[in-house]
């Protein structure tokens, strides 16, 4: 289901399960599982408990000014994948804090976790 306002999209698994995808706050997620429940009752699907909501994944991205040599923070850095010819950006696993970072050379970057 894609919900317009807060702009997001919600996959609604046979087992009760939803994932919701794009929204930029907790509060967010709270508003679009709410708009879902209301058009699931309207076709008369029986919800009767509250649903939990646990945050599972959150992606945020930015830019640095400045531009990055992906060879050498490779060969500098540790829990570092490069390999240019099938992907253009640096893969940097800090596992300690289960986050993945994309480095590019202009300087975007793209966190996971």
Excluded: W
């Excluded at 209301?38 to 509250?50: A, E, G, H, R, S």
């Excluded at 500098?76 to 994309?102: C, D, I, R, W």
């Amino acid at each position: 289901l894609r919900v317009k306002e807060p702009k997001s999209a919600v996959l609604v698994f046979s087992s009760g399960n939803l994932v919701c995808t794009g929204t930029k706050s907790v509060s967010q997620v709270r508003q679009v599982i709410q708009a879902v429940i209301k058009q699931l009752k309207k076709i008369n699907v029986n919800i009767t408990t509250k649903p939990k909501i646990t945050v599972q994944n959150i992606v945020a991205s930015g830019t640095i000014d400045l531009k990055l040599n992906l060879n050498f923070l490779a060969l500098e850095m540790e829990n570092t994948e490069y390999e240019p010819e099938q992907f253009p950006g640096l893969v940097y696993k800090l596992s300690e804090h289960n986050a993945t970072f994309l480095l590019f050379s202009n300087g975007k970057l793209v966190c996971t976790g």
